[in-house]
């Protein structure tokens, strides 16, 4: 039999056994949720994007105003024009990229500058390889899949972590520019055969009479007025969710369930985007590609585009679009006749 002494002392080594494994465990959690950034090298962590955002000593005052004064707006309007919150779910989240490394959640719109955001974020991830200069990826391996990774790939912990600490931000055009630009890219650009079949062979059999049987096969030459057919047409969405090159911005990334700590515009993109690098401190490491377009969809293209549409399809086309022009302070444009 054991005497009372030896008792406690093997008490004491089992109780000191289960500590170490409790904080084992523990520490393992903790590892596993924290964002890479901030993993340890024994190195004290920088401040985070978001820290320099709202500490703001490193940001121009005019900038951070601009940037105020558009989430107010936005979020003004989700109050406005949005009945209930719902929770985010991982189908939510498949446009908005993460950088760990940087701590940055960008929500991707395409006809937005999003193949050069996404260069950008190859190069500070290094997906880029040995390129530095976003400009040398060649524009189709910036859409590759499996790239860049989707906020939609985390756990929900992992999630959630990331839209409390990181910065997230969306980059916004008027609502009709990007229509009038998917249209003008999907649609009268001879190499985009793949379009031409899965969606201008569809629009040209339900919304053009006596269609000639080539037309039929290829789809190739689909109208302006007939892509907006397709798109007021309530069995287009019955039958399958929006294209995202013409999807509402709002469908895409859901500014009024998440927080966007930057609301850049096409309108400003390059001031835009050199704020959103200034303050995940990378300003120094990459710049923003400058556009040097001149085929750019303008306000002045659109208007021409729409001069052939009724004002009847004008108005369901605008109702189509109305939370973006609103969530995003975009006034209805004066060429429309419906008012």
């Not at 936005?74 to 498949?94: F, G, N």
């Not at 937005?112 to 390889?129: E, I, S």
């Amino acid at each position: 039999m054991r005497s009372p002494g030896v008792n406690r002392m093997v008490f004491a080594l089992c109780l000191g056994c289960l500590i170490m494994v409790l904080l084992y465990f523990n520490s393992s959690l903790k590892l596993a949720s924290e964002p890479l950034s901030e993993r340890g090298s024994g190195q004290k962590s920088r401040r985070s994007p978001l820290q320099t955002l709202y500490d703001g000593d490193q940001v121009e005052t005019a900038v951070q105003a601009i940037h105020q004064g558009r989430r107010e707006v936005l979020e003004e309007a989700c109050r406005s024009y949005t009945r209930k919150r719902r929770v985010l779910i991982p189908e939510d989240l498949k446009h908005v990229i993460v950088d760990d490394q940087h701590g940055l959640l960008y929500c991707y719109v395409p006809k937005v500058a999003c193949t050069n955001w996404k260069r950008v974020l190859m190069v500070l991830t290094g997906v880029a390889g040995s390129h530095q200069d976003p400009l040398e990826i060649p524009a189709n391996e910036a859409h590759v899949a499996g790239n860049l990774r989707t906020l939609s790939e985390y756990s929900t912990s992992q999630i959630n972590l990331r839209l409390r600490s990181y910065l997230k931000f969306v980059f916004v055009r008027e609502p009709f520019e990007r229509l009038v630009s998917a249209y003008r890219n999907k649609f009268t650009r001879s190499y985009n055969t793949a379009f031409h079949k899965r969606y201008g062979t569809k629009i040209v059999q339900r919304h053009r009479q006596n269609p000639q049987a080539e037309a039929l096969e290829r789809g190739n030459d689909v109208s302006f007025e007939e892509f907006v057919y397709y798109l007021v047409d309530p069995a287009t969405q019955r039958e399958e969710p929006f294209n995202e090159h013409w999807e509402r911005v709002h469908s895409l990334c859901h500014p009024c369930l998440i927080h966007y700590d930057v609301v850049g515009k096409y309108e400003t993109l390059e001031q835009d985007s050199r704020y959103v690098l200034q303050l995940a401190g990378v300003n120094n490491q990459v710049s923003f590609p400058t556009s040097s377009k001149s085929t750019r969809t303008t306000g002045d293209m659109a208007a021409q585009f729409f001069g052939n549409i009724s004002p009847f399809y004008q108005k369901k086309l605008y109702n189509l679009y109305r939370m973006d022009f609103l969530l995003f302070n975009y006034s209805v444009p004066d060429y429309l006749k419906f008012r």
